[in-house]
């Protein structure tokens, strides 16, 4: 059994990868060369003779394409075809030949007008990003019998300069930044990239099938994981910030941000007994790499 990682360059990619290795798996890259890795541009290659030259792929992890709701506004035509029907050509593809299909949506398949939302919950986008995943989600149910969908939450790492939610605020509070905003209205269930990892694998060991919300285990505002944050790092070092309080939507946004899309992992949990980090431990970990 071997796992085919689609987008393995990515961040979840390039941890999925490090936990499987060579041995178990084979990853792909388009635009960021990695280690390893072999290229695939998904808009102008055909996965079929990708999968010719390999022997034993029995799933592939979909993680490819364009992730950023920005991007995919201001790029309508491209984010379309390379979210949309590039992953449609590839969900063709593994059907064809008895691939197993594990694909990685979003919490922004929902209006966040609730919170908490649990997989029966309808779904309602408010982001071009958003239907783009119901889109493909929708296909997936309707062409595929064998198929895993996890609708994953925001994904923080803890390794210094990694760039994600908690490391790029304590960049800054540790660069001497005295002043930031932080939204007091976006909500959200952060899970650390290791827990998207494990559930991934563990849905693969278990032959786990359907739809399941993958997130942190706590939902929190954006404004309370940056008090968590400031609470760990000042057990090691003055914090001498103003932190200005305001709405995410005051950002320069080009789409308007649902508030509360945060997700219920309960079902994942009962499942498989996976134990899911909070943040509030992860942030502590987070401040102790930076001062080790």
């Known amino acids: 059994m071997r796992i085919l990682i689609l987008g393995g360059s990515g961040f979840i990619g390039r941890h999925l990868y490090q936990r499987l290795g060579s041995d178990l798996s084979v990853a792909t890259y388009n635009l960021n ?49 390379l979210n949309v029907e590039s992953i449609k050509r590839i969900v063709d593809v593994l059907k064809g030949r008895d691939i197993r299909c594990i694909f990685t949506s979003s919490h922004y398949v929902f209006d966040g007008k609730k919170g908490e939302y649990v997989e029966a919950d309808p779904l309602n986008p408010i ?19 064998k198929f895993t969908i996890f609708r994953v ?17 304590v960049d800054a509070l540790m660069g001497g930044q005295t002043s930031m905003k932080c939204a007091t209205d976006q909500r959200f269930s952060p899970v650390w990239v290791q827990d998207v990892v494990t559930s991934i694998c563990t849905a693969i060991e278990k032959d786990l099938y359907g739809l399941y919300h993958l997130s942190g285990p706590n939902p929190h505002s954006r404004w309370e994981l940056l008090e968590m944050l400031m609470a760990a790092l000042d057990q090691h070092m003055k914090v001498e910030v103003k932190v200005i309080p305001c709405s995410i939507n005051d950002f320069d946004l080009p789409e308007k941000r649902p508030a509360d899309v945060s997700l219920k992992p309960d079902k994942l949990v009962k499942k498989t007994g996976i134990v899911l980090h909070n943040a509030d431990g992860m942030c502590r970990r987070i401040v102790k790499k930076y001062f080790n």
């Open 127 to 145: 982001l071009l990003y958003g239907h783009q995943k119901v889109e493909i989600e929708k296909y997936i149910q309707k062409n595929c019998f």
């Open 33 to 81: 060369p990695a280690s390893g890795m072999i290229p695939f541009d998904s808009l102008t290659m055909d996965l079929n003779r990708l999968l010719d030259r390999m022997d034993g792929i029995s799933h592939a992890v979909i993680l490819l394409g364009d992730v950023e709701p920005n991007s995919c506004y201001r790029n309508v035509k491209r984010s379309y075809a």
């Open 153 to 169: 939450d925001k994904v923080y790492g803890c390794t210094p300069k990694d760039k994600t939610l908690f490391t790029n605020w």
